[in-house]
């Protein structure tokens, strides 16, 4: 079953990844990510069962 977690927003310079580099804010899919709507996905998500046999 899908739990909803309330989301963590982090933006690109908040992020770190394991090496201890960091994401550049005009990486193009950082720019994508910050224009899909997170919420509406997760609303959507919830609606479908995760197995539908």
């Not at 899909?36 to 069962?49: E, G, H, M, N, T």
Request: charged share 20%; net charge neutral; hydrophobic share 55%.
């Amino acid at each position: 079953m899908y739990r909803k977690v309330e989301p963590v927003a982090a933006r690109a310079a908040e992020f770190e990844l394991p090496n201890g580099c960091k994401l550049a804010e005009d990486n193009r899919w950082v720019m994508m990510a910050q224009l899909i709507p997170w919420s509406f996905l997760c609303f959507f998500v919830s609606i479908f069962p995760l197995y539908s046999f």
